[in-house]
């Protein structure tokens, strides 16, 4: 949300199929894969009309084709229907939706199983400031596990050529405690498999120190 002019406008960034119809003024429809978009390349509409059904009124679209990086490249253009002014908005609050998306799925991974919770609307909001809570808790320890660069007992490390983090705050938070919880049931079984494969003994030791690091911040 915006102020502007002393009322409240909502602002939105919707993402197109390649395949969706739309002409400007008197033009023939055409689709969007058929403006020519190649990797690299930026492009922002004004006072576009988006699809052949009626009631839709004219609004923006911006199309950017990210270019190729450390060897990977995206296998098509965005193509982002809005009423924001400038493509620099547009990308802006388009790329915001990464870090809404992880945390959706952080959301799903935890175990609210918000969705089977079917509570009333009083209820749905008590569960809601819960979870809120409870995510923010967790994604602030997953952060202290981070800066005691144990991460790498916890959870895969991100590779060199992925641009995002394979796991957020929250992911190595809640298994960063489960880890050390885990190891309360399973230490004799552990100790009787390190007895059988002593040539691991040192990796052995290596992780249990990073597992005292961990517990001692948690």
Known sequence: M????KKQKLF?????????????????????SQLGMKPGMKMFL???SVTKNK?????N???????????KQEKEPWFILTNLDSLSEVLKVYRARAGIEAMFKDCKTGGYNLEGSKANNKRLNSLILLIAIAYTATSLKGKTFRQTNQ????????????????HSNFWIGLYGSLWI?????????ISIMMSNNPQKLNNYKKGLQAMSIIDKTA
């Open 2 to 5: 915006k102020q502007k002019s």
């Open 12 to 32: 939105f960034a919707f993402r197109q199929k390649q395949g969706t119809n739309q002409k400007k003024d008197d033009e023939d429809y055409q689709t969007f």
């Open 46 to 48: 004004t006072g576009v």
């Open 55 to 59: 009631g839709f009124g004219n609004f």
């Open 61 to 71: 679209v911006g199309a950017y084709w990210k270019r190729k990086y450390k060897g």
């Open 151 to 166: 991460g790498k007992y916890i959870a895969r490390l991100t590779e060199k050529s992925r641009r995002d983090r394979r």
């Open 181 to 189: 919880h885990a190891w309360e049931f399973c230490s004799d079984f």
